[in-house]
């Protein structure tokens, strides 16, 4: 396929980089008639982990910096070799094209003949525990992307100045380190205007006023040296960094397909669209190109799609594409002792469910959660919390990625059966520290009795056991601080009120078709609402809200359980899609379906915690992202209610 354009097309690092996870999504990217769930410029991402942060104050880092602002590659390049020319000098975002290869390095410093190439990243560091190279030899997994990006830029960089002496860097936020200021987060406000971004730092934060360092640059030649020498692997192969580079700037400048290699890294690919889209779909494309198949052959389902499976690339490469080829001697097979194995689950999305444990359309091991109710006691709490972790921390003391809890949706379940949604909690207001206050709140909301708490996954339990460790490490603990302690204590694992994780119990007793095998909240709240008649009856009335029904603290009179035009039942969350706008602004449809594909990993309350600290906002927007927010984490706990519910009435049958 080819399609020529007048316009330069260059290989940059973010191509080369798409060019290593598969070479053939260089003929997608930047095509408007291709469906990109991952958006190129990363908005939405970058805002959740704080990298515009990091950018802007690694900036701060080198007052004497010069910012090539130039848009266009020809000006920006020409400004660049212009500046070059000094014996010193610092350059931020330097334009350097190397025939079909350009790049912009974050910061360039050069002494006379030594040039620092600094490539400034979000990625988490630890320098008490780096992990950037494996104990065998060679880069770490997460870090290889990174180390080969730099590699990249010297390369290009080299190539232009064969005589120079080149030392290549990786500036990232050290979690050994806490800031020493409070705000510093918030000193980096951001506008944006349809796809124009723009970070206003504030006056407070020069080079003296960013307290102590966060930031560290340092030093991967050797790691560089590493991929020279192994080469880029990718799937087709591996080449030299040189051959690579030359043969995806080529192809990518005539606008020409590399033939697909299909793998497990498909699963994710971005330049995904629905069949029958209006949007091309190049994972489709691809697929179809590599199997010569039609779009009737992805019914069935792919290899791709079998939950939580290792062994996709094997199966590929022995021949089998669809979800049907995998057999037995493909999966280790287990029975479980305690609820279904992993194989169990993943077998049944192959094959089905077994005759004997059909409940109608899903697998339900009524004897396993039986026995786990038994050990359950009313009244029933049922608890989600929302949090955050950035790069750049908002608060004194804190390090780079420590959590921070700003909210909390609670419901409660009766032995008489009523169901109310009493309290929640959300604290979002720029500057202020909501740790301590979510414990008191979440302290005051649960000590009323001794009634089980649930969570659904692992992740409260973390929190729960991270604001401990806060508060025993804060001199300035609040006075309440041992109270505090001893009741988050009774929660998390070990404790005598430890919260009991639904998401596991979904995984061992609970498989619906349509979940795909997922024990996601997300999943299983659509699957139960699909065949449970006491939820269909219950929820499809406007009970919700109601002053005669269930209490809300966000909804009136509302209706939860509904139909499409098509018969199909509404999952409940398409309701809040307004709400989503609100969250996430004009990149809220593209967030959540890369949600879908593992990309976003249900960061979007995240995202709009961030949003309220440090972007610029009125007063109406931002009373809209809480009402959201608030909207959003009360389902969360509504649909594990709900959930509950349908087990409660599977049992009961």
């Known amino acids: 396929m080819t399609n020529n354009t007048a316009k330069p097309r260059y290989l ?63 000006e920006a390049e020409l400004e660049t070799a212009e500046l ?12 350097l094209r190397f025939g079909n290869l350009f790049i912009r390095i974050d910061i360039l410093i050069k002494r006379n003949n030594l040039y620092e190439l600094i490539e400034v990243k979000a990625k988490s560091y630890n320098s008490a525990d780096p992990k950037l190279e494996k104990k065998t030899g060679g880069v770490m997994a997460d870090m290889l992307p990174y180390i080969q990006d730099v590699a990249f830029q010297a390369y290009v960089l080299k190539s232009l100045y064969p005589t120079a002496s080149v030392a290549s860097y990786l500036m990232m936020p050290d979690k050994a380190l806490a800031v020493s200021i409070d705000g510093l987060n918030q000193y980096f406000k951001i506008d944006k205007s349809g796809k124009q971004i723009d970070v206003q730092v504030s006056p407070l934060a020069q080079a003296e006023g960013i307290g102590s360092p966060v930031l560290v640059a340092v030093n991967v030649d050797h790691l560089i040296d590493f991929v020279n020498h192994s080469g880029i692997e990718f799937p087709g192969g591996v080449l030299s960094l040189h051959e690579a580079a030359r043969n995806w700037a080529d192809a990518y400048s005539k606008d020409q397909m590399i033939d697909p290699v299909i793998g497990s890294g ?91 444990h059909d409940k109608g359309g899903f ?39 420590e959590q921070i809890a700003f909210q909390f949706s609670h419901h409660i379940m009766t032995e008489a ?3 109310h949604h009493v309290d929640e909690f959300l604290l979002a207001e720029p500057g202020k520290f909501p740790n301590y206050e979510f414990a008191r709140a979440l302290k005051t909301s649960l000590e009323r009795d001794d009634g089980s708490v649930f969570m659904w996954s692992h992740h409260e339990n973390t929190i729960l056991a991270k604001i401990i460790q806060q508060l025993e490490e804060d001199g300035d603990a609040p ?29 061992k007793a609970y498989f619906h078709p349509d979940t795909k095998a997922s024990s996601s909240i997300k999943k ?93 906002l009125d007063s109406e927007s931002r009373s809209q992202i809480k009402a959201a927010l608030l909207r959003y984490c009360e389902l969360d706990t509504l649909a594990m209610v709900m959930i ?3 087990w409660m009435e599977y049992c009961d049958a």
């Open 417 to 419: 059966g009523e169901i």
């Open 12 to 74: 940059t690092k973010s191509r080369f980089k798409l060019a290593v996870e598969c070479p053939t999504k260089l003929f997608y990217t930047g095509k408007p008639e291709y469906k990109n769930i991952k958006q190129e410029d990363s908005f939405l991402e970058m805002l959740a982990e704080g990298g515009f942060q990091v950018g802007e104050l690694a900036k701060l880092m080198y007052p004497t910096g010069y910012e090539i602002k130039s848009k266009n590659h020809e």
């Open 524 to 616: 299983v709240l659509p699957a139960v609402l699909k065949t449970s008649h006491m939820l269909r009856e219950k929820y499809s009335r406007p009970i919700y809200g109601a002053s005669d029904g269930i209490r809300s603290c966000n909804f009136k009179d509302f209706v939860w359980w509904r139909k499409h035009a098509n018969g199909t039942v509404v999952d409940p969350y398409e309701f809040l899609k307004g709400s989503a706008s609100a969250l996430l602004g004009d990149d809220a449809d593209v967030y959540m379906e890369a949600e879908e594909y593992g990309i976003a990993e249900g960061g979007a309350a995240a995202t709009a915690y961030s949003r309220l600290q440090f972007e610029s």
């Open 479 to 507: 006075a309440d601080k041992d109270a505090l302690i001893a009741f988050l204590r009774t929660l998390v694992k070990g404790g005598e009120r430890a919260m009991v994780d639904l998401k596991v119990l979904a995984q």
């Open 266 to 356: 498909c699963t994710k690919c971005e330049f995904r669209a629905d069949i029958g889209d209006v949007l091309k779909s190049g994972f489709h494309e691809c697929w179809k190109f590599a199997n010569g198949w039609n779009d009737g052959d992805f019914a069935g389902g792919t290899v791709l799609d079998l939950w939580n499976f290792r062994g996709k690339d094997d199966v590929i490469q022995r021949g089998a594409r669809r979800l049907s080829q995998i057999t037995q001697d493909d999966i280790k097979f287990k029975v479980g002792s305690e609820g279904l194995s992993n194989s169990e689950r993943q077998w049944m999305q192959i094959a089905g469910i077994p005759k004997e």
């Open 644 to 646: 509950v519910e349908a």
């Open 363 to 401: 697998y339900l091991d009524a004897d396993f959660i039986r026995a786990e109710i038994s050990t359950w006691k009313f009244p029933y709490h049922l608890i989600d919390f929302e949090t955050s972790a950035v790069a750049l921390p908002f608060f004194k003391g804190m390090r780079p990625y």
């Open 84 to 95: 070059l020319k000094q014996d010193e000098v610092v350059l931020f975002e330097p334009a």
